[in-house]
């Protein structure tokens, strides 16, 4: 069983910056794609930021690209989403998801292990 388990919201004006982290359980974390989605009250489950097993290939929703990093630690089982000049429209639940069948993309029945979320509000 993966367990994932996010951390790192908080409220932040905007212009501010966060660091999420996301630690996943697991032997074969490095073979895992992973990725960041977030839910604003009222509105749907959306992708932000994703990466592949080795790293070397990242994507991001239009929205946050130049603003949004996403990286990982594969020795530390760990993905995090540096997120910066942030901004109300950023305000939404942030979930971790760990895709174990190395489909990656964009999609959520893409990904099969998720965290229970983490809030991040952005005051204006």
């Known amino acids: 069983q993966v367990q994932v388990v996010e951390s790192g919201g908080g409220l932040v004006q905007a212009g501010g910056s966060l660091r999420l982290s996301c630690v996943v359980s697991?032997?074969?974390?490095?073979?895992?794609?992973m990725a960041w989605f977030r839910q604003a009250p009222g509105k749907e489950r959306e992708f932000v930021a994703g990466i592949r097993y080795s790293g070397g290939s990242t994507s991001y929703v239009d929205s946050v690209k130049g603003r949004f990093t996403i990286s990982r630690d594969n020795a530390k089982n760990t993905v995090f989403l540096q997120m910066n000049s942030l901004k109300p429209e950023d305000t939404a639940v942030y979930y971790c998801a760990a895709d174990t069948q190395r489909i990656g993309g964009t999609r959520i029945r893409n990904y099969d292990y998720w965290g229970q979320g983490t809030q991040v509000t952005v005051s204006s």
């Open positions: 697991g032997r074969t974390f490095s073979t895992y794609a």
